[in-house]
């Protein structure tokens, strides 16, 4: 039987291996910039932070911004959209970005959405002359390329937000772990949920 101080090392030296794996991890619980408004995104939101680390990182990012981000179910006239991120205002010091989603889709397609939606945001929040739709659209002009050119609207997209999407798809698509956010309608908080 080993001697109670080298059971004690042992012990020490175990905690302090993994102090690092899990100080940095974003918890569904510490989001403050990231506001959802239906059990459907929750869900989703909450799937792909346990189960993509790119994911993950998108959301720190977006936590450690000027951004209040706030995500919603949508419909929309095209029937080519799935979703899209809009600069809403920016007083000084925050800027409101909204996400809009089409939720009626199988989860798998949301969570690539969502995290697409994401990456849009992420590239608003890098850019902090981004503060209204003269400048977001110069902004995506320069990083992205136009997809429609109407009258009424004009949308951009990038490579970046493409390649985001599907990495967290197959990121959460390969998930082998056992447990998932979901966060509780009445409360608001996300807990964590065996069995899936």
């Given at each position: 039987m080993p001697s109670r101080s080298l059971w004690s090392r042992?012990?020490?030296?175990?905690?302090?291996?993994?102090?690092?794996?899990?100080?940095?991890?974003?918890?569904?619980?510490?989001?403050?910039?990231?506001?959802?408004?239906?059990?459907?995104?929750?869900?989703?939101?909450?799937?792909?932070?346990?189960?993509?680390?790119?994911?993950?990182?998108?959301?720190?990012?977006?936590e450690r911004s000027d951004l209040i981000v706030y995500v919603t179910c949508s419909h929309f006239e095209s029937v080519t959209l799935a979703g899209r991120t809009l600069l809403a205002t920016a007083p000084p010091g925050v800027r409101y970005v909204r996400v809009q989603i089409l939720c009626q889709q199988p989860q798998r397609a949301l969570v690539t959405i969502v995290a697409h939606e994401l990456q849009h945001v992420v590239e608003i929040a890098s850019t902090p002359e981004a503060v209204d739709d003269r400048s977001v659209r110069r902004l995506f002009s320069a990083i992205g390329f136009s997809t429609c050119q109407s009258p009424r609207s004009e949308q951009f997209e990038t490579r970046a937000a493409w390649d985001t999407g599907e990495r967290v798809r197959r990121e959460v698509v390969h998930y082998r772990g056992t447990n998932v956010l979901v966060r509780r309608p009445e409360g608001g908080?996300?807990?964590r949920k065996s069995g899936d």
């Open positions: 042992a012990v020490i030296a175990l905690a302090m291996a993994l102090v690092p794996l899990f100080s940095n991890q974003v918890c569904a619980d510490d989001l403050e910039r990231i506001r959802t408004e239906s059990d459907v995104l929750n869900t989703v939101m909450a799937t792909a932070l346990e189960r993509s680390v790119t994911f993950r990182s998108l959301v720190e990012r977006i908080r996300w807990q």
